[in-house]
C-alpha cells in the first residue's frame, strides 16, 4: 500500500541508512549505489556529506541529481525512495558533521567521530537534493 505524503516524508524523516544511487557514466556499467548517512526534515530538501572529490561527489556533479532509498522490515516492511535534482553543493561546515553524526551515533561518540572525521576525510561538501519523485510502499507484516 503506498503511503500518504505525510506518511513518506515522516518517515524519510527518520534515521535511516540511505542507499545511495547515482549514473556512473560510463558505459558497461551499473549506476554507483551505495550506503550514506542523510538528513530530512518534512517539506525540505534531503542532504548528505561526502568528500569534494570521492567517487560519489564527482558522479553526482555531473549527473546533476541522484536517488535515496530507506527501508525497514520491524515492524512492518515499509520503504521511501526520493529521487530528484541538486539544488546546491557547498563547502560542509564543523557543525553539519555534528549534526548527521548525532543523528547515527550514540551521543557520547559525536564528538571523538567529529574530531576524527574532520581531521581525517579530508575536504567535505554537502549536497542538497529537491525531492522530486518519491516511491514508497508498507508491505505490512506479511
Do not use: C, N
Not at 535511516?16 to 549514473?23: G, M, R
Not at 525540505?44 to 570521492?54: A, E, K, N, P
Not at 541529481?65 to 557547498?90: C, D, K, N
Request: a negative charge; proline letters at 6%.
Amino acid at each position: 500500500m503506498a503511503l500518504t505524503r505525510d506518511e513518506r516524508e515522516q518517515f524519510l524523516a527518520e534515521a535511516h541508512i540511505a542507499a545511495l544511487a547515482v549514473d556512473s557514466g560510463e558505459d558497461g556499467r551499473a549506476p554507483l549505489v551505495v550506503p550514506i548517512w542523510y538528513q530530512y526534515a518534512p517539506g525540505g530538501d534531503v542532504w548528505i556529506m561526502t568528500g569534494r572529490d570521492s567517487r560519489k561527489g564527482r558522479l553526482i556533479a555531473a549527473a546533476g541529481r541522484f536517488s535515496l532509498l530507506v527501508e525497514r522490515v520491524e515492524p512492518t516492511i515499509r520503504y521511501v525512495s526520493v529521487e530528484g535534482p541538486v539544488v546546491s553543493t557547498e563547502a560542509a561546515t564543523p557543525e553539519q558533521l555534528r549534526e548527521i553524526s548525532a543523528r547515527y551515533l550514540p551521543a557520547e561518540k559525536v564528538d571523538g567521530y567529529v574530531e576524527m572525521a574532520w581531521k581525517e576525510h579530508g575536504e567535505q561538501v554537502v549536497i542538497r537534493l529537491r525531492p522530486e519523485h518519491w516511491v514508497s510502499s508498507d508491505l505490512g507484516s506479511l
